[in-house]
C-alpha cells in the first residue's frame, strides 16, 4: 500500500505522520514537503516538493502511484492569513494534486478544512453541511476545494473524507501568533495581552488527539465530512487566567452554549480525547520558558 502524505513537517501533519510509523510497518509512505528532507529509510521516503510546480507533482505522482493521500499542506501566513491571497495558491496546487491522485489510481484521500467553513450565526455546526461563506479568503478557499474534490471523486469513482478540524492546540510547531502560544508567551514575559471576545466558550482540543482522531477515521474508513473537536466547552478567559497562574485550574463549561457542534462520526467511532489540558498546558508552559531561557 502506497500512502502519500503532503505538509509533514507541519502542526497537524507531524503528529499524523508519528502515528503513521508506528501503525503501518508493512507500508510504503511518501512524505513530502517544501522545508527540509529527512534521510530515507526502509519505511519512510522523503521529498523536498513545491506544489506549485505542476509538472514535477505530476512526475511524481506518476512513479509512485499512491493508493490513499493525507494532505495538510497549505500555505499559512499567520498574520493575515484569513485574507491572504497565498490560500489560493493552495487552492489551486490542491485541486491539481488531487486531479493527478485520482489520475493515476489513488482510492481515498483525507483532506483538512476549517471550522471557519460555518456562518458565525450556526445554532448548530453539521457535518453534512457545505455553505458558501464570503467573509474571508481562507474559508472561500476550503468551500471552493471541497466542492471541487467532491464533484472530480464522483468523475473518478474515488473516495475522500473531509475533515472540519476546530480550535486546537499543543505542540511547539504551533504559529506563536495563535492563542494558545501567545498566552503563553505573554504570561512568561510578565507582559500583557488583549483578547478578543474573552468570553467565548471554545471547544479546544490537543492537536495529538486531532491526529488520533483522523487516524481512526482512516480506519474505520469513514468518508464525507467529518468534523473534529473537543466534546467540552472552555471559556478563553479562563483560559488565560490560568496561563497566567491567577487561576490553578480550568474548568469546563457545563452551559450548552451555542453553536452545537455535530459529532455524530467521532460518536459512530467511539472517539474519546485523552490528553487533559490543565497538566498540558503547564508541560507545553514549561518547553516554551525552556526555548525562550527563562
Given at each position: 500500500m502506497?500512502?502519500?502524505?503532503?505538509?509533514?513537517?507541519?502542526?497537524?501533519?507531524?503528529?499524523?505522520?508519528?502515528?503513521?510509523?508506528k501503525n503501518y510497518k508493512n507500508a510504503?509512505?511518501?512524505?513530502?514537503?517544501?522545508r527540509g528532507v529527512?534521510?530515507?529509510?526502509?519505511?519512510?521516503?522523503?521529498k523536498k516538493l513545491d506544489l506549485t510546480n505542476y509538472a514535477d507533482v505530476k512526475k511524481y505522482i506518476a512513479k509512485i502511484k499512491p493508493k490513499i493521500l493525507f494532505h495538510f499542506a497549505w500555505k499559512i501566513n499567520f498574520s493575515n492569513y484569513q485574507n491572504s491571497l497565498d490560500n489560493f495558491i493552495s487552492l489551486q496546487f490542491s485541486k491539481n494534486l488531487y486531479f493527478l491522485f485520482c489520475k493515476y489510481g489513488g482510492k481515498q484521500a483525507y483532506f483538512v478544512g476549517s471550522d471557519q467553513e460555518y456562518d458565525d450565526n450556526s445554532k448548530i455546526c453539521?457535518?453534512?453541511?457545505?455553505?458558501?461563506?464570503?467573509?474571508?479568503?481562507?474559508?472561500?478557499?476550503?468551500y471552493y476545494l471541497y466542492n471541487y474534490i467532491n464533484k472530480t471523486?464522483?468523475?473518478?469513482?474515488?473516495?475522500?473524507?473531509?475533515?472540519?478540524?476546530?480550535?486546537?492546540?499543543?505542540?511547539?510547531?504551533?504559529?506563536?501568533?495563535?492563542?494558545?502560544?501567545?498566552?503563553?508567551?505573554?504570561?512568561?514575559k510578565d507582559k500583557k495581552i488583549?483578547?478578543?471576545?474573552?468570553?467565548?466558550?471554545?471547544?479546544?482540543?490537543?492537536?495529538?488527539?486531532?491526529?488520533?482522531?483522523?487516524?481512526?477515521?482512516?480506519i474505520k474508513n469513514i468518508t464525507g465530512i467529518v468534523n473534529i473537536a473537543s466534546k467540552k466547552k472552555i471559556k478563553i478567559l479562563d483560559i488565560k487566567k490560568f496561563i497566567y497562574g491567577v487561576t490553578s485550574k480550568i474548568k469546563y463549561s457545563n452551559v450548552?452554549?451555542?453553536p452545537k457542534i455535530e459529532l455524530k462520526n467521532l460518536n459512530k467511532i467511539s472517539f474519546r480525547e485523552k490528553i487533559e489540558i490543565n497538566q498540558?498546558?503547564?508541560?507545553?508552559?514549561?518547553?516554551?520558558?525552556?526555548?525562550?531561557?527563562i
Open positions: 502506497n500512502i502519500l502524505i503532503t505538509g509533514y513537517t507541519g502542526y497537524l501533519g507531524s503528529p499524523f505522520l508519528n502515528i503513521l510509523k510504503k509512505i511518501f512524505c513530502i514537503s517544501s529527512k534521510k530515507k529509510n526502509k519505511l519512510l521516503n522523503y453539521r457535518e453534512k453541511e457545505s455553505k458558501k461563506k464570503k467573509h474571508n479568503y481562507y474559508s472561500l478557499s476550503k471523486s464522483k468523475n473518478f469513482n474515488s473516495q475522500f473524507t473531509w475533515f472540519r478540524v476546530f480550535p486546537s492546540y499543543g505542540s511547539i510547531l504551533e504559529s506563536p501568533k495563535r492563542l494558545i502560544p501567545s498566552l503563553i508567551i505573554s504570561a512568561i488583549l483578547i478578543k471576545n474573552p468570553h467565548k466558550k471554545i471547544n479546544l482540543l490537543h492537536v495529538k488527539d486531532v491526529a488520533r482522531a483522523m487516524h481512526l477515521v482512516f450548552l452554549d451555542l498540558n498546558l503547564i508541560k507545553l508552559k514549561n518547553i516554551y520558558k525552556k526555548k525562550f531561557n
